[in-house]
């Protein structure tokens, strides 16, 4: 493992969160505990809003799980860390806004961590695919998400050949939001990352947690939690200082001051 397979850079209220294990951007067992420290302390800081993620260099983003590593031991079931598998996995309570930069190769355990996220921007020459079919394995998270964020029969061709998709059919899919040339994507991500840091915390906050928790619930069931005060973004926002200052800006025709509180 790299000295520092982690680096970070706090700009304002975004925090840039870039993989950088040469060659290939792989996750081992150590790395991924390092991710998960990450996120969790995205997670509780109140200065912070959104998270971005990409990988080192121009030809990967992440190739997910690091077979090296497993050859030499990294149990495949080993301790992951906070987060589970790459720090974002199946994070707890995590109610910020987290941005997917793809620069390259997203195949693996490298797709489930993006589709973690809850933005998805591309470079043209990504390319993504869940090659595990062919070693003889499951991408487990993949069979959960993506049949839900694609249509059916794409999800599961992916899934049953492991075929590679490039940036352009997985934006036609709806895999991903935006493809941008490669000498564009940061600039894009970071304009992403600084409309959404410029928004109110606490809704984003709210809309995650009502999506995250409804996803299995039928329409009215969600709606009943809401109105019995059951989701604690929920009645957090309605009770809140943001709450006014956003009527009382639309009142006063001025942009809102978010506190997140």
């Given at each position: 493992?790299t000295?520092?397979?982690?680096?970070?850079?706090r700009?304002?209220?975004?925090?840039?969160?870039?993989?950088?294990?040469p060659?290939?951007?792989a996750?081992?067992?150590?790395?991924?505990?390092?991710?998960?420290?990450?996120?969790?302390?995205?997670?509780?800081d109140p200065?912070?809003?959104?998270?971005?993620?990409t990988?080192?260099?121009?030809?990967?983003f992440?190739?997910?799980w690091?077979?090296?590593?497993?050859?030499d031991?990294?149990?495949v079931d080993?301790?992951y860390g906070k987060?589970?598998f790459?720090?974002?996995q199946?994070?707890r309570?995590?109610n910020k806004?987290?941005?997917?930069?793809?620069?390259?190769?997203?195949?693996?355990?490298?797709?489930?961590?993006?589709l973690?996220a809850d933005?998805?921007?591309?470079?043209?020459?990504?390319t993504?695919?869940?090659p595990?079919?062919?070693?003889?394995?499951?991408a487990?998270?993949a069979s959960?998400?993506?049949?839900?964020?694609?249509?059916?029969?794409?999800?599961?061709?992916?899934l049953?050949?492991?075929?590679w998709?490039d940036?352009?059919e997985?934006?036609?899919w709806?895999m991903?939001n935006?493809?941008?040339?490669?000498?564009?994507?940061a600039?894009?991500?970071?304009?992403?990352?600084?409309l959404?840091?410029?928004?109110?915390p606490?809704v984003?906050?709210?809309?995650?947690e009502?999506?995250?928790?409804?996803?299995?619930?039928?329409?009215?069931d969600a709606?009943?939690?809401?109105?019995?005060?059951?989701?604690?973004t929920?009645?957090?926002?309605?009770?809140s200082e943001?709450?006014?200052?956003?009527?009382?800006?639309?009142?006063?025709k001025r942009?809102?001051?978010?506190?997140g509180?």
């Amino acid at each position: 493992m790299t000295e520092n397979p982690i680096k970070t850079n706090r700009r304002g209220a975004v925090l840039e969160v870039t993989l950088d294990r040469p060659r290939a951007n792989a996750i081992d067992l150590a790395t991924s505990r390092i991710m998960g420290e990450v996120f969790t302390e995205f997670r509780d800081d109140p200065n912070l809003r959104v998270a971005v993620l990409t990988g080192a260099g121009d030809k990967f983003f992440c190739p997910g799980w690091d077979l090296k590593a497993a050859a030499d031991g990294d149990a495949v079931d080993g301790d992951y860390g906070k987060g589970g598998f790459g720090g974002l996995q199946e994070m707890r309570g995590l109610n910020k806004p987290v941005i997917a930069a793809v620069n390259g190769i997203c195949c693996g355990g490298g797709l489930e961590l993006a589709l973690s996220a809850d933005i998805i921007l591309a470079a043209e020459h990504a390319t993504f695919a869940l090659p595990e079919i062919r070693s003889g394995t499951v991408a487990d998270a993949a069979s959960v998400k993506l049949p839900k964020r694609i249509p059916y029969h794409i999800a599961m061709e992916m899934l049953l050949t492991g075929r590679w998709v490039d940036a352009g059919e997985a934006a036609r899919w709806g895999m991903v939001n935006h493809v941008y040339p490669a000498a564009d994507l940061a600039a894009k991500t970071r304009e992403m990352a600084d409309l959404i840091a410029s928004g109110p915390p606490l809704v984003y906050a709210a809309i995650k947690e009502i999506v995250r928790e409804a996803e299995d619930m039928k329409f009215q069931d969600a709606m009943n939690r809401i109105t019995r005060s059951q989701f604690a973004t929920v009645e957090r926002l309605y009770r809140s200082e943001d709450q006014m200052e956003g009527a009382r800006a639309f009142a006063e025709k001025r942009d809102p001051v978010w506190k997140g509180r």
